[in-house]
């Protein structure tokens, strides 16, 4: 057995099973919306592993994701909002990854749970603009979610909000928030390395996970394509559970619970 596999504990051996499940549903989540594999995958798989390894892995499937969807989905991205979000990110990501490194692991699935229900809220909302907003509040909105990036690869929350609320169309929003997610996901796996998070363990991880990642990827996206705009109200139920379920857990270790 690798030792790379062997440098993972017992309790977390025995959710592998559990993970494995959790990325396929995640891959799935992220091919039919868009948007929705780390929300999805970080605060599940931080109930079963430590939170800074689940964005680690996390972090990483979503990267080769990104790396393989980039072509099909770049010429209906809307490439100008695009840009004014990654220069936010660009500058918020590394603190974002501080304070994962430096929160103890419960207060971050609290935090990991907070960015679920803003998740939430936003598609609830239906806020929206007459036009797309200008370069400071897009930068703002990508500075947001680059923090957000960096504590938990969960860049969703912020971006999804951003264009929710703009006229563009579907198509375009799913593919602006994957070329988005790209970047966002290689400032996350870089600060992850720079910090050392991410090892053999992390690398053998991912690896494992990327057949799961292409699959679940394609047949999201097929439902996207048999469902077009339908998906808004499963998206929501979906992210709702998520937040109190990765709250629960967080709660729990808090109070001491089981």
């Known amino acids: 057995m690798p030792d790379s596999l062997l440098a993972l504990d017992m ?9 494995v499940a959790i990325v396929a549903f995640s891959a799935v989540f992220r091919g039919f919306t868009g948007f929705g594999f780390a929300v999805i995958a970080v605060p599940l798989l931080s ?48 603190l974002g990854t501080l304070l994962l490194a430096w929160l103890p692991p419960d207060i971050a699935r609290l935090v990991l749970a907070a960015a679920c229900g803003v998740a939430v809220a936003a598609l609830a909302a239906g806020v929206g603009f007459r036009g797309l907003p200008g370069r400071a509040a897009t930068v703002a909105t990508g500075a947001l979610a680059g923090l957000f990036n960096g504590l938990a690869a969960m860049p969703g929350p912020p971006a999804l909000a951003y264009y929710l609320a703009t006229p563009l169309s579907t198509v375009q929003v799913r593919a602006s928030l994957m070329v988005f997610f790209l970047f966002a996901s290689t400032l996350s796996f870089t600060s992850l390395v720079l910090i050392g998070a991410v090892g ?52 729990s270790g808090l109070f001491g619970g089981p």
């Open 47 to 94: 109930l079963a592993l430590p939170p800074l390894l689940a964005v680690a892995v996390s972090a990483g499937l979503q990267l080769l994701g990104g790396l393989m969807d980039v072509r099909s989905v770049a010429p209906h991205c809307h490439w100008s909002s695009v840009r004014w979000l990654a220069a936010g990110a660009l500058l918020a990501s590394p």
């Open 200 to 251: 053999g363990r992390e690398l053998l991880l991912v690896l494992a996970g990327m057949p799961l990642m292409l699959g679940g990827s394609r047949i999201g996206a097929a439902l996207f394509r048999r469902a077009g705009g339908a998906h808004r109200g499963i998206s929501l139920a979906t992210l709702a559970v998520v937040a109190v379920v990765t709250a629960a857990r967080g709660l």
């Open 11 to 19: 309790p977390s051996l025995a959710m592998l099973g559990p993970a």
